[in-house]
């Protein structure tokens, strides 16, 4: 039931994802004008490309056997992905973090034992970062760019310290369907599930990429010129590969 659960909740999250590629976002334009530089975005919670771009993240790991099983998967399809890591976990499992990392995946950190930040003095915080930091430099020699927080739960106050101290390019909300998949490396269904729907969308043109690469690619959300209607059916439309419609 609970595994029956998880395929159907992944099935939807690529349904919502297809769609989302397929008609305008519904988000705000930009609203600087054109001579000013934008200020560069520290947090994302959506992320708008041109083309069928798409970073598939899983969080919550590494896990002992779910998470090589699904390493190997990916290798096999030659997908790069993201892992959000849980710092207790990169502990237990450096080899298998040091592992995603030698094989191109890019490794974020998602909290030592996954609290909600908002709850949490600055102390409990910082510890959170920088342990999980360690364990992943420990593991693996890297310095994570990105930090997803757990629930999503980060006040503004909080980014603006931690992005100053820690250094993050990146910190991802992560709240809505969009560009970048959220699944996690924990739960077997999501594995079991995870042959169809990388082979779903590798059908439908989509090409996989890690975080930072599709941010590097971001571009504004297309600005609404008509009520185009939200429905146009798109299940059995792959993505034009090579440029989609600007408006
Ligand atoms: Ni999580």
């Keep these: 039931m609970f595994r029956q659960f998880l395929i159907f909740s992944l099935a939807l999250t690529a349904s919502h994802l297809i769609q989302a590629q397929a008609t305008p976002a519904s988000t705000v334009g ?23 771009y798409i970073a598939m993240t899983f969080d919550d790991g590494p896990a002992a056997t779910l998470t090589p099983k699904l390493l190997d ?17 990169v502990t237990e499992y450096p080899e298998i973090v040091a592992r995603a990392a030698r094989e191109g995946h890019e490794i974020g950190n998602h909290s030592w034992s996954h609290p909600y930040f908002a709850r949490l003095s600055d102390d409990a915080v910082r ?32 980014k603006r310290w931690i992005h100053d101290e820690f250094g993050y390019d990146r910190i991802l909300k992560n709240t809505r369907p969009g560009s970048i998949v959220l699944s996690h490396d924990i739960h077997p269904g999501t594995i079991e599930a995870m042959p169809a729907t990388l082979a779903q969308l590798q059908d439908k043109g989509f090409k996989f990429v890690t975080v930072s690469e599709l941010i590097a690619m971001a571009t504004p959300p297309p600005p609404k010129i008509s009520p185009t209607p939200a429905a146009t059916p798109t299940g059995s439309t792959p993505p034009v590969p090579t440029t989609a419609p600007r408006d």
Excluded: C, W
């Design 127 to 158: 510890s959170q970062l920088k342990r999980t930091d360690e364990a992943i430099m420990n593991a693996a020699g890297i310095h994570p760019k990105l930090l997803r927080p757990p629930y999503g739960s980060i006040t503004a106050r909080q």
């Design 73 to 89: 998967l990916l290798a096999a399809r030659q997908i790069k992905a993201t892992f959000f890591v849980i710092g207790q976990n």
């Design 30 to 52: 930009p609203k600087a004008k054109p001579d000013e530089a934008p200020e560069p975005r520290i947090t994302f919670n959506f992320v708008h490309v041109d083309g069928p």
